[in-house]
């Protein structure tokens, strides 16, 4: 989808890349082996031009910086395929929700490289290890919640990722809801131990824990690995279908 993406270039909003769709162009080599067929001023079709060439660059390169630069935030998603290997999965856990008066207890991470969850008291200053290499970084509902909370309480942390906030793109498919609703929409099952648990029962296990309940922070960790797992079986998952809405 990326290498079929023209928003991001500078000048060029969804009208144009809709016109070029239409065309029936399927890719910048296409466009730049069949510029006339879009039917687009010369003018315009001279900046595409120049704008793929330093797309290909940019992506030969890996610099992913310039597509989170440039794309629309909404259209992130668009890059998962092409930085597919140095994407992670992401998932907090809290004492509330405002960052300015509750807590991060964790912060799941699950990637190529395996999951790891990190725990307040434990290992939460180590998570920075786990942005090295990173290109993406896939949520739900980070946008608003999961990453302004992590810069809130680890200020030496900072976003420079794709970030794929799978809210929003599954609004698209008329999904729609929690995370939890989400899953069971799709037919996805969690483990006997978490069915059925929500954020005010990882609040109440957190408790547990500090109280000196290992069973209730086993609990939590198994909680937050399956968010996180589920959030990479949903976008491998719905990945085609919102592809093929796009382009609709």
């Not at 016109?19 to 399927?26: F, V």
């Not at 998932?91 to 991470?109: F, H, K, R």
């Not at 490289?113 to 307040?120: R, W």
């Not at 099952?189 to 408790?207: C, H, I, K, M, Q």
Request: aromatic fraction near 10%; hydrophobic fraction near 35%.
């Amino acid at each position: 989808m990326l290498t079929n993406s023209y928003i991001h270039l500078p000048g060029i909003g969804a009208t144009t890349e809709r016109k070029i769709w239409d065309s029936g162009i399927k890719s910048w080599d296409e466009f730049m082996e069949e510029t006339h067929r879009t039917g687009l001023p010369e003018l315009k079709q001279r900046s595409i031009l120049e704008g793929i060439s330093t797309s290909k660059e940019k992506l030969n390169a890996r610099d992913h910086t310039y597509f989170a630069n440039n794309l629309p935030s909404k259209e992130h998603w668009r890059a998962y395929r092409e930085f597919k290997d140095d994407t992670i999965f992401l998932d907090i856990e809290t004492t509330g929700l405002s960052p300015n008066y509750s807590e991060i207890t964790m912060i799941g991470v699950h990637g190529s490289d395996g999951t790891k969850v990190f725990i307040s008291g434990i290992d939460l200053e180590d998570f920075p290890q786990a942005l090295e290499g990173c290109k993406v970084i896939v949520t739900f509902n980070g946008a608003r919640f999961d990453l302004p909370f992590i810069e809130h309480h680890l200020p030496g942390v900072s976003f420079d990722q794709l970030h794929i906030d799978l809210l929003y793109p599954l609004r698209r498919l008329g999904l729609t809801g929690g995370l939890k609703r989400i899953e069971t929409e799709l037919g996805l099952s969690r483990s006997d131990e978490t069915t059925g648990l929500s954020g005010f029962d990882a609040v109440r296990l957190w408790y547990q824990y500090k109280r000196g309940s290992q069973a209730a922070l086993d609990t939590l960790v198994r909680y937050n690995i399956e968010d996180i797992q589920n959030l990479e079986t949903i976008i491998e998952m719905l990945y085609p279908s919102l592809i093929e809405n796009t382009y609709q």
